[in-house]
C-alpha cells in the first residue's frame, strides 16, 4: 500500500468513527491482545497496560492472545491482525512507535523493536489516562481517576530525536523510573583499551602495544588496568590485531550491538617517536597536549576494518581531556561515534557556549555523527542545582548540528523536582515546550492550586544557577563545574531560603489529595538538606565580610556557627535515616558532602584561639563547650579554649620553617616547584613557596600515643587559582609496621573572591586504638593540587594533643527529655566530665533518682545511648526529630505544643518516614495517632 493509499484510508476510516471506547460506566469495553509467542518484554508491556487501567479506573482488562469476542482489542506488538496493517514501523528507529486505528474496533500498539513497543505503551499510558512517573517509587507516580477513558481517533507516529538515552547514578526504584521515561542505552563507549590489549595475553609476547613513558615502556599491572595509560597508536600490528580481537568479542556476542574504543581514565599517552611526529606539539580547547591525530588515525581504522566483517555494529569512544578535539583531516566512519564531554550548563555563559557551538561544527566537519556527554549533577550539589530552559536551548542546539545520542552523569538529588523528568522527556523531543513540560508536573505533583507555589520555588533556584553564579568567581575552566567545592553556596541568600521554605509551606498547605500531600511533604523534607548548607553559606559570607575582628564580628561569626553547625547535624542524621527507607530521600542519590567534612571547613574559618582573649567572646564559647547547644559546636569550642589555655601540647617539629626545612618532605608532582622562600610569612621570616605545580605537598611523621590531636595551616594565595584548585590536610595514622589504620582528611577549595589573606584550615584525629591495633606514628601532609596558575604560601603547620579526651562523650540531652524518655541502661556524665553515674533504667522510671548526684542537673552526657522510643507502629527519635510511621490501615498523626496548636500532621498508609525539623524549638510536646478505629496519644520531648 502507497503511503497515499495509506493516508486515505486512515482519513476515511476516521470519517466513520472519531473514538474507541476503552472502559464505560465501569465497565471494559475492550481487551488487550498479546501474541502467545511474544517476548517477555511486551507481554509485561500489556500487562503493565492492563495493570494501570485499573489503577485508573478500577475495572479490570482482560489480557488474551487473540482478538475473538464482541469488545475492542488494543493490539500489544505484532500478531496475525497486526502484521497485515502495513503500518510500516519499519521506516521508524527502533526506539520508535506506532498508535494506530485501523477499524473502529482495534487500537495497534507496536514499533519496529521490543523497545519501540514498550515505548508505544508508556505513551498510550500518559497520553490517554494521565499518568505521569514524576519521581521515583510509588509516591513519585501520578495516576488520575477516570471513569471512562475512551481513545481519539488520531495516528501517534514517534520515534526519538536522539536515539541513544542514558544517565548514571540512579539507584533502587530509581532505575524502574528511568526505564518509564524511556532510558535506553544503545551506545558502549566507556574507558575501555584495556580489554583490546589485555597485559596477561600482550605484556610479554608485545610489549610495544603499551606506552613509552619518561623513556622506559609502561606494562599495565593488571587487565583490569585502565588508569594512567594508553596503548601505543601508533605501534605496527596493533590495528590488525584489535580488529582480530574485536571480531572475535561479537562472534562470541552476537546480540551486542556496539563496542567502546574509549581512551582508559586521565593521562599515559605515548611519547615515542612515531606517536610524537604524529601528534605534534599542539594544544586543545582545554590546553591540553593534543593526541587526537593519532588516537582516531588509529580507532578509525580497528572501525573500518571490524566493519567489513560485522557490518551492523557500531562504535563509541569519550572525547574528552588530551583527545577533546577534533583530528585534523581524518574523517570518522558513520558509525563511531565521539561522545564530547562537556557541562553544557556552561553554555549559559555567552563565550562558553560560542566556543561549545564551534567545538561542535568543527566536530560535525569531521564526524558523521555526534553524541554528546553531560554532567547534570544533582546530588553532588547541596541546592537545587537546576536550569530548565538552558537545557532545552542546548538540546535543541544539538539536534541541529548532528548530535545523535546523549548520556550524562547525573546522580540526582530529587529534592530537585522536575529537572530529569524535562530532561527525559528533551532528549526523546527538545522541541517539546520546557514551561508546559514545568506547568504538567508541577500540577501532577501537587495539584492546581499548589503547582504555581511549587514553581516558584523551582524558579529561585533557577535564578540562581543561571544568574547568580555565572557571574560568580566559583564558575570554572574545565569540562565541568567544580562541584567539589563547595563555595557556591557562598551566594545563597538568606531570601532564598526564607522565600524557599515559605513556597514549598504554602504548597504542602493547599494540597488535596493524600498523593498531593505526600510529594509535598517530600519535597520539603528534600529542602531540610539544601537549608542545612544554605546556612553555612551564610555563615561563611559572613566571615569572609569580617575585617576586623570586632566583638560584635566574632558573636556573630559564633551565633551562625552554632547555628550552621545544627543544620549540618541535622543533614547527617537525615542522611543515615533515608539511607535505605525511601527512594527519594536514599541517600545513595543525595552525594551531599559529609557534614562532618563540612564543619571541619566551616571552624577552619572560624577558629581563632586568639578570640577567647575577649571575656565576652570567651563566655559564649564556655556555654558552648558546656555542651548546651549542637555536638558539632561544642567540641569545636572546647578546642579554642584548650589551645586558648595552653592546654595542648605541640607533637609536631618546625611548623614555621624558621631554621630549615626539615623534618619536612617535600613532594613535588610532574610540574611545578617548591621551596622555602622569605616573600611572605604567616608567623617568623619564611614559608614554602608552591610554584606553578599541579601537585605538591610537605609532609612529617611523628610518634602519637592514645588520646586526641587536632592540626593545622595556614595557606596564602596571592592572585586568583583554577576554580578546581584544592589542598587537603591530612592525617595518616599508622601501626608499627607502618601500615595505614586510619585518614582524617579536611579538603578546602579556596574562595577566589577572598584570596588575599592568609587562610586556615584544620583536621582533627585519635590516636586511640582502631580495631584493636594501636596507632604508634602519624604522618601529618598538607597537599595543595591544580595550582598551575597561581602561587601558593603555606606556613605554620602544626599539631596539637589535647590534655583531655574529646571522644569520652557522645551526644547532648537534659533531664526533661529524660523524664519523657526514659531508657534503659543509661551511663550519665556531668557535663565537667569529673562524675559518672551508672544505673540501670527501666521504661516507667522517671530518671531522676539516678541523676541526683549529677552537677549540672539541667544538661547531661548520654553515653552509649538509643534514642528511639517505640509505640506500636510509631517509632521516634527525638534528638534528630525523624518519625518512622507503618501502619497497614490508613493512619492520621499530629503533634501539638502544649498550648494546643497543631504543629504537624501526616496521612497516609503502609511505611513513611518524616523528618520533624520544621518544629522549631525543643520541649514537651503532644502526640497524637489514629488508625482504623483506634486514638492514642502521648507526651514527647523534641531536641
Given at each position: 500500500m502507497s503511503?497515499m ?24 469495553k ?54 497485515g496493517?502495513n ?6 528507529d527502533?526506539?520508535g ?42 509516591d ?8 471512562t477513558v475512551?481513545i ?6 514517534e520515534?526519538?530525536a ?8 540512579i ?8 526505564k518509564?521515561?524511556?532510558r ?16 596477561s ?22 587487565d ?7 596503548p601505543?597508536?601508533t ?6 590485531e584489535?580488529?582480530?580481537n ?23 599517552y ?6 610524537k611526529?604524529?601528534n ?12 587526537s ?7 578509525n ?25 577534533p583530528?585534523?583531516?581524518v574523517?570518522?566512519?558513520?558509525r ?5 564531554t562537556?557541562?553544557?550548563?556552561k ?8 566556543q561549545?557551538?564551534?567545538?561542535t ?8 555523527s ?7 549533577y ?8 537546576v ?11 544539538g ?24 530532561m ?7 522541541n517539546?515546550n ?43 575552566n ?10 557556591y ?7 532564598d531560603?526564607?522565600?524557599s ?38 555563615l ?15 558573636m556573630?561569626?559564633l551565633?551562625d ?7 549540618l ?14 527512594p527519594?530521600?536514599?541517600s545513595?542519590?543525595n552525594?551531599?558532602?559529609?557534614p562532618?567534612?563540612?564543619h571541619g ?9 586568639l578570640?577567647?582573649?575577649?571575656a ?7 556555654y558552648?563547650?558546656?555542651?548546651k547547644?549542637?555536638?558539632l559546636?561544642w567540641?569545636t569550642?572546647?578546642?579554642i ?16 620553617f ?9 613532594g613535588?608532582?610532574t610540574?611545578?616547584?617548591?621551596k622555602r ?6 608567623d ?16 612529617q ?8 590531636y ?13 576554580a ?10 599508622k ?7 586510619a585518614?582524617a582528611?579536611?579538603?578546602?577549595y579556596?574562595d577566589?573572591?577572598?584570596?588575599k ?15 584493636g ?5 602519624v ?20 599539631a ?6 574529646l571522644?569520652?562523650?557522645r551526644?547532648c ?15 550519665v ?7 559518672i553515674?551508672?544505673?540501670c533504667?527501666?521504661t516507667n522510671?522517671t ?7 549529677v ?26 526529630k525523624i ?45 497524637k495517632w489514629k ?7 502521648r ?5
Amino acid at each position: 500500500m502507497s503511503k497515499m493509499v495509506m493516508l486515505f484510508s486512515i482519513l476515511f476510516s476516521a470519517s466513520l468513527y472519531a473514538a474507541v471506547p476503552v472502559i464505560t460506566g465501569s465497565q471494559a469495553k475492550s481487551d488487550i491482545v498479546v501474541s502467545g509467542t511474544a517476548s517477555k518484554q511486551v507481554k509485561d508491556a500489556a500487562a503493565l497496560l492492563a495493570q494501570y487501567l485499573q489503577k485508573s479506573t478500577g475495572v479490570s482488562v482482560e489480557i488474551k492472545d487473540s482478538a475473538l469476542g464482541t469488545l475492542n482489542h488494543i493490539h500489544v506488538g505484532a500478531n496475525s491482525y497486526v502484521n497485515g496493517r502495513n503500518l510500516h514501523v519499519d521506516t521508524l528507529d527502533g526506539d520508535g512507535f506506532v498508535i494506530a486505528f485501523p477499524d473502529a474496533k482495534n487500537i495497534v500498539i507496536i514499533g519496529p523493536t521490543d523497545f519501540g513497543t514498550e515505548y508505544g505503551v508508556y505513551e498510550f499510558l500518559e497520553r490517554y489516562l494521565g499518568v505521569r512517573w514524576l519521581l521515583p517509587g510509588s509516591d513519585g507516580e501520578h495516576v488520575p481517576h477516570k471513569d471512562t477513558v475512551t481513545i481519539s481517533v488520531e495516528e501517534i507516529r514517534e520515534e526519538p530525536a536522539f536515539f541513544s538515552r542514558n544517565f548514571s547514578g540512579i539507584y533502587g526504584e530509581g532505575g524502574l523510573w528511568a526505564k518509564r521515561n524511556r532510558r535506553h542505552s544503545r551506545i558502549n563507549f566507556h574507558h575501555h583499551l584495556n580489554a583490546i590489549f589485555p597485559v596477561s595475553k600482550y605484556g610479554n609476547t608485545h610489549p610495544e602495544f603499551y606506552p613509552l613513558l619518561s623513556g622506559e615502556r609502561y606494562i599495565p599491572s593488571s587487565d583490569a588496568d585502565k588508569s594512567n595509560w594508553q596503548p601505543c597508536f601508533t605501534a605496527p600490528g596493533s590495528v590488525e590485531e584489535a580488529v582480530s580481537n574485536i571480531n572475535a568479542y561479537f562472534d562470541a556476542n552476537p546480540a551486542v550491538s556496539s563496542y567502546s574504543l574509549g581512551v582508559n581514565d586521565r593521562l599515559g599517552y605515548c611519547e615515542c617517536d612515531n606517536c610524537k611526529a604524529k601528534n605534534g606539539t599542539n594544544t586543545n580547547y582545554l590546553g591540553l597536549p593534543d593526541y587526537s591525530p593519532s588516537y582516531y588515525s588509529w580507532a578509525n581504522a580497528i572501525v573500518t576494518g571490524v566493519l567489513k566483517t560485522h557490518p551492523d555494529k557500531w562504535f563509541g569512544c569519550l572525547a574528552y581531556n588530551n583527545v577533546a578535539s577534533p583530528p585534523p583531516g581524518v574523517k570518522l566512519h558513520e558509525r563511531f561515534i565521539p561522545f564530547m564531554t562537556y557541562d553544557r550548563m556552561k553554555w549559559i555563559k555567552p563565550a562558553d557556549e560560542s566556543q561549545g557551538h564551534q567545538l561542535t561544527e568543527n566536530w560535525q566537519a569531521s564526524a558523521n555523527s555526534l553524541a554528546w556527554y553531560d554532567y547534570v549533577y544533582g546530588g553532588q550539589y547541596t541546592i537545587p542545582r537546576v536550569y530548565f530552559h538552558q537545557m532545552q536551548d542546548y538540546l535543541s542546539y544539538g539536534l541541529n548540528h548532528g548530535v545523535k545520542a546523549m548520556y550524562a552523569e547525573a546522580y540526582p538529588g530529587w529534592g530537585e523536582g522536575p529537572k530529569l523528568y524535562v530532561m527525559t522527556k528533551l532528549w526523546w523531543n527538545p522541541n517539546r515546550n520546557t514551561d508546559s513540560l514545568l506547568n504538567d508536573w508541577y500540577r501532577c505533583a501537587v495539584g492546581q492550586d499548589a503547582a504555581e507555589d511549587l514553581a516558584e520555588y523551582y524558579k529561585i533556584w533557577e535564578d540562581f544557577w543561571t544568574k547568580t553564579i555565572p557571574a560568580s568567581s566559583w564558575w570554572g575552566n574545565g569540562q565541568y563545574l567544580p562541584f567539589k567545592s563547595p563555595n557556591y553556596v557562598k551566594l545563597v541568600t538568606e531570601d532564598d531560603l526564607t522565600r524557599s521554605r515559605s513556597f514549598l509551606e504554602s504548597a504542602l498547605a493547599k494540597t488535596s489529595t493524600a498523593p498531593e500531600r505526600t510529594r509535598a511533604d517530600l519535597l520539603l523534607n528534600t529542602f531540610e538538606f539544601y537549608e542545612a548548607s544554605g546556612w553555612y553559606g551564610l555563615l561563611c559570607q559572613r566571615i569572609d565580610k569580617a575585617r576586623h575582628w570586632t566583638r560584635a564580628e566574632i558573636m556573630n561569626i559564633l551565633a551562625d556557627a552554632a547555628k550552621a553547625s545544627d543544620n549540618l547535624n541535622t543533614l547527617t542524621k537525615l542522611n543515615a535515616q533515608y539511607e535505605i527507607t525511601d527512594p527519594i530521600m536514599d541517600s545513595r542519590n543525595n552525594k551531599y558532602p559529609p557534614p562532618a567534612e563540612w564543619h571541619g571547613n566551616v571552624c577552619s574559618y572560624t577558629i581563632d584561639p586568639l578570640w577567647a582573649k575577649d571575656a565576652t567572646v570567651r563566655r559564649t564559647l564556655e556555654y558552648h563547650a558546656s555542651g548546651k547547644d549542637s555536638t558539632l559546636i561544642w567540641q569545636t569550642a572546647r578546642e579554642i579554649l584548650s589551645i586558648a589555655n595552653g592546654d595542648t601540647s605541640v607533637v609536631s617539629i618546625n611548623p614555621s620553617f624558621e631554621d630549615s626545612t626539615a623534618p619536612w618532605i617535600f613532594g613535588i608532582g610532574t610540574t611545578g616547584s617548591m621551596k622555602r622562600d622569605s616573600t611572605k610569612a604567616k608567623d617568623g621570616k619564611f614559608s614554602v613557596l608552591c610554584h606553578g605545580g599541579t601537585s605538591g605537598s610537605v609532609s612529617q611523621s611523628f610518634a602519637v600515643d592514645t588520646g586526641t590531636y587536632f592540626a593545622s595551616g595556614y595557606f596564602f594565595i596571592p592572585t586568583a587559582p583554577r576554580a578546581n584548585a584544592r589542598l587537603i590536610l591530612s592525617a595518616s595514622l599508622k601501626d608499627s609496621a607502618g601500615n595505614q589504620l586510619a585518614l582524617a582528611s579536611n579538603v578546602v577549595y579556596p574562595d577566589t573572591s577572598v584570596y588575599k589573606k592568609w587562610q586556615r584550615m584544620r583536621v582533627k584525629f585519635s590516636g586511640n586504638p582502631i580495631n584493636g591495633k594501636k596507632v604508634k606514628t602519624v604522618t601529618l601532609v598538607l597537599l595543595v593540587t591544580d595550582f598551575q596558575t597561581s602561587d601558593i604560601y603555606l606556613d605554620d603547620i602544626r599539631a596539637f594533643k589535647a590534655r583531655y579526651n574529646l571522644s569520652l562523650t557522645r551526644g547532648c540531652m537534659d533531664t526533661t527529655y529524660l523524664k519523657y524518655n526514659p531508657l534503659p541502661n543509661v551511663h550519665v556524665q556531668d557535663s565537667c566530665g569529673s562524675k559518672i553515674i551508672k544505673g540501670c533504667m527501666d521504661t516507667n522510671s522517671t530518671m531522676f533518682d539516678s541523676l541526683a548526684n549529677v552537677h549540672d542537673s539541667l544538661m547531661c552526657r548520654i553515653v552509649g545511648v538509643q534514642q528511639t522510643n517505640i509505640w506500636e507502629g510509631l517509632k521516634i527519635n527525638p534528638h534528630s526529630k525523624i518519625l518512622f510511621v507503618s501502619f497497614s490501615a490508613p493512619y492520621e498523626v499530629s503533634i501539638y505544643d502544649l498550648s494546643g496548636i497543631r504543629r504537624f500532621t501526616a496521612r497516609g498508609q503502609g511505611s513513611r518516614v518524616y523528618s520533624l525539623t520544621t518544629i522549631k524549638g525543643r520541649g514537651v510536646y503532644l502526640l497524637k495517632w489514629k488508625w482504623g478505629k483506634k486514638v492514642k496519644q502521648r507526651k514527647i520531648y523534641l531536641e
